[in-house]
Nanobody, 119 residues
Framework: QVQLVESGGGLVQPGGSLRLSCAAS????????MGWYRQAPGKQRELVAE???????NYADAVKGRFTISRDNRENTAYLQMNSLKPEDKAVYYC?????????????WGQGTQVTVSS
């Protein structure tokens, strides 16, 4: 069993910053790709940023230059530093890890954390 627990969401004013964390626990052998997705009301879930296990990163155009994804392999944790937040960044943010357990590989999701950007 693998669980992802997210933290760090909240309410912030436009131009402000938040840092999201996502920690994996359970019978983990290794974690490959780590990613952050978001889903705004009435919209499909979209990729925000991803990082491979050799630290290659990819960002959605809408967040390039403002968001930074990072990871701590010893702690099986991913981070998303979000700066210069805009009202359109408001969404539920989900982390997604490609996890290898001792039995199989699996795609694990966090429970989601709300980010609201409003004055």
């Amino acid at each position: 069993q693998v669980q992802l627990v997210e933290s760090g969401g909240g309410l912030v004013q436009p131009g402000g910053s938040l840092r999201l964390s996502c920690a994996a626990s359970g019978s983990i052998r290794s974690v490959n790709d780590m990613g952050w997705y978001r889903q705004a009301p009435g919209k499909q879930r979209e990729l925000v940023a991803e990082i491979t296990n050799d630290y290659n990163t990819n960002y959605a155009d809408a967040v390039k230059g403002r968001f930074t994804i990072s990871r701590d392999n010893r702690e099986n944790t991913a981070y998303l530093q979000m700066n210069s937040l805009k009202p359109e960044d408001k969404a539920v943010y989900y982390c997604n890890f490609v996890v290898r357990t001792w039995q199989r590989a699996m795609n694990a999701w966090g429970q989601g954390t709300q980010v609201t950007v409003s004055s």
